[in-house]
């Protein structure tokens, strides 16, 4: 087992392509660095442009945001607004769209065939975005 230390901003990412299910003019494209796997869990560091897009999160997912700012829209509940320095909780079949304002950087990790249910909760909420 190997213990991973890295500068999360200025790490070499893979470029993903574009999303397919963008809404409007503006297409998001993807990134990513994993970090490691094991048994019901993974983690990674994911940058996403600016733009629009569904989204259903099939499993829970923990996220702290590194850099950038977006909103998450669930078809059930309020938007959620949030930027670097804030961290996420989505559980495992929140459906919704994404609005990426500022590209945006997170680190997260999914935990596989979690079942909590439930709209997503903003954990810690940077002091600066108002």
């Known amino acids: 087992m ?12 893979k470029d993903e392509g574009v999303l397919p299910r963008a809404i ?3 297409t998001p494209r ?7 796997k094991a048994d019901h869990f993974t983690t990674a560091i994911w940058e996403c442009s600016p733009g629009r ?3 259903t999160y099939p499993d829970a997912e923990l996220m702290h945001i590194l850099a950038g700012a977006a909103t998450f829209t669930p078809d059930v509940g309020e938007p959620i607004s949030f930027r670097a320095g ?3 909780f989505f559980p495992s079949g929140v459906s ?5 304002i500022e590209t945006i950087r997170k680190v997260y990790a999914i935990f596989i065939a979690a079942s909590s249910g439930g709209p997503p909760i903003l954990l810690g909420k940077n002091d600066q975005f108002g």
Do not use: A, N, R, Y
């Not at 190997?2 to 990412?13: G, S």
């Not at 919704?96 to 990426?100: C, K, L, P």
């Open 24 to 26: 409007g003019v503006t």
């Open 96 to 100: 919704g769209q994404w609005d990426v």
């Open 30 to 36: 993807t990134s990513s660095h994993p970090l490691g």
């Open 86 to 88: 804030d961290t996420l």
């Open 2 to 13: 190997e213990i991973k230390k890295i500068d999360p901003l200025v790490v070499e990412m």
């Open 53 to 55: 897009f569904p989204w």
